[in-house]
């Protein structure tokens, strides 16, 4: 029996217009498993990745997975739609990465950010959840690896609690790359609301507080908005449900 030439079916899915024939790539670091200060088993925020995924993927972006330390990353627990807690069960895109074994694969074995040369990839996205809160803050090749792109004039975004790497972060002139940008981040209100639904402090510090210590102009959107906002090459997104928008500002940095 005749079989069907796949190579030459017209593709069916989504076609979008792209301005180059080369596809871009894109590197999303996420964290590597930790343990907060509550005791709690903590990592990267689902959405923070999935829904950046999804954007990037969509537009035709290649996505590279890495974290700091490379090997297993996993979500915080509460931000699985499966979680008991049903905390984030309304995040349908999530529900669908989890639910896709070739997608939950490339969480198994990330590769480590020193492995990694930033010459391969067009742009950088960092993500947040609760454990760059124990984990990104000064953490040296985090710091090289956005250092890197960002002056190599890349598009440069750091999301939520992800903004924590950006703390210490200073580029090669010893200034604080965040020094005089507006940005945003996980708000202080918003850590006031997770406070109060846990009846104790979640995080030891806020990012709100730091990057205007380091002097940031930060701006954020409301409680719990989706909000983004672009200075320049350097692109920041207020918590998990800006994500979406930072992968478009890092879309249009890129002219895909």
Known sequence: MATEDTAA?????VQVDLVSSTPKNVLIVVSNPATSTLGWPVGFWGAELTHPYYELTERGVKVT?????GGKVEMDPISDPRDPSKWSADDLITLGFVHTP????????????????????????????????????????LEDTIRSFYESEK?????CHGTAALVDLRLSDGSYLVEGKTVTGFANIEEAFNDAAVGQ???PWRVEDELRER?????????????????????????????????????EALGV
């Open 102 to 141: 070739e997608l939950m694969a490339l969480l198994e074995n990330t590769p480590a950010l020193a492995d990694l040369a930033p010459d391969d990839y067009d742009a950088i996205m960092v993500a947040g959840g609760l454990g760059p809160m124990f984990t990104f803050r000064g953490h040296p090749e």
């Open 9 to 13: 079916t017209p593709e069916h899915r």
């Open 215 to 251: 002097g940031a102009n930060y701006i954020q959107g409301g409680l719990f908005k989706a909000f983004a906002v672009r200075d320049g090459r350097l692109i920041t997104g207020q918590q998990q449900y800006s994500a979406r928008k930072v992968a478009q500002l890092v879309i």
């Open 65 to 69: 997975i890495a974290s700091p330390a």
């Open 201 to 203: 402090q979640v995080t």
């Open 155 to 159: 598009p440069t975004a750091v999301y």
